[in-house]
T-cell receptor
Framework: ETGVTQSPTHLIKTRGQQVTLRCSSQ?????VSWYQQALGQGPQFIFQ???????GRGNFPPRFSGLQFPNYSSELNVNALELDDSALYLC????????????FGQGTRLTVV | GENVEQHPSTLSVQEGDSAVIKCTYS??????FPWYKQELGKGPQLIID?????GEKKDQRIAVTLNKTAKHFSLHITETQPEDSAVYFC??????????FGTGTSLTVIP
């Protein structure tokens, strides 16, 4: 076990709705990165949070947003859900933005219908 | 940005045989190359990694080789066991410490 926990594990939403996914980082880790993994694909970087600030972003539209809290846990928010947003959403925690070792949670499976 | 390609997409081997998965990357500035194993319903788990100043690294039945000149790296699993069956992802760290993942290899070890 990595110590990174995500909730919920599964979620079904309707197109146009909004969703919030949560991640608790491993103890001692202050950096959280979020990834989207479509079926049969590798994870795609969404963004990274370090000390409550966004610290890098991949090629995702602004309707994907996030937060990091003082305890370093994090949320991923997606507005105006589209069918293509259906995927496994992974968070990974690390000991700093420059750290190369990242530990992943088990993911949240989001289905948009 | 970085582009990571991974081959093959599926691989079946007999138990006890070796398995090799290959990846190429495009950004010569990438300097860290982890390999992840992902079992059904779980997140990726780091199994081995290699940095750009090393050509080979081994951990029991798993080894990784890196050729920086050719920009490719490979995962080698020897004496495969049924529990090695999973999807394996290579990754490269590019600009901004962002992970770029390959598209995955589904490994099946046949008992």
């Amino acid at each position: 076990e990595t110590g990174v926990t995500q909730s919920p594990t599964h979620l079904i939403k309707t197109r146009g709705q909004q969703v919030t996914l949560r991640c608790s980082s491993q103890s001692g880790h202050n950096t959280v990165s979020w990834y989207q993994q479509a079926l049969g694909q590798g994870p795609q970087f969404i963004f990274q949070y370090y000390r409550e600030e966004e610290n890098g972003r991949g090629n995702f539209p602004p309707r994907f947003s996030g937060l990091q809290f003082p305890n370093y846990s994090s949320e991923l928010n997606v507005n105006a859900l589209e069918l293509d947003d259906s995927a496994l959403y992974l968070c990974a925690s690390s000991s700093g933005p420059g750290s190369t070792e990242a530990f992943f949670g088990q993911g949240t499976r989001l289905t948009v219908v | 940005g970085e582009n990571v390609e991974q081959h093959p997409s599926t691989l079946s081997v007999q138990e006890g045989d070796s398995a090799v998965i290959k990846c190429t990357y495009s950004d010569s500035a990438s300097n860290y190359f982890p390999w992840y194993k992902q079992e059904l319903g779980k997140g990726p788990q780091l199994i081995i990694d290699i940095r750009s100043n090393v050509g080979e690294k081994k951990d029991q039945r798993i080894a990784v080789t890196l050729n920086k000149t050719a920009k490719h790296f490979s995962l080698h699993i020897t004496e495969t066991q049924p529990e090695d069956s999973a999807v394996y992802f290579c990754a490269a760290i590019g600009t901004g410490n962002q992970f770029y993942f390959g598209t995955g290899t589904s490994l099946t070890v046949i008992p």
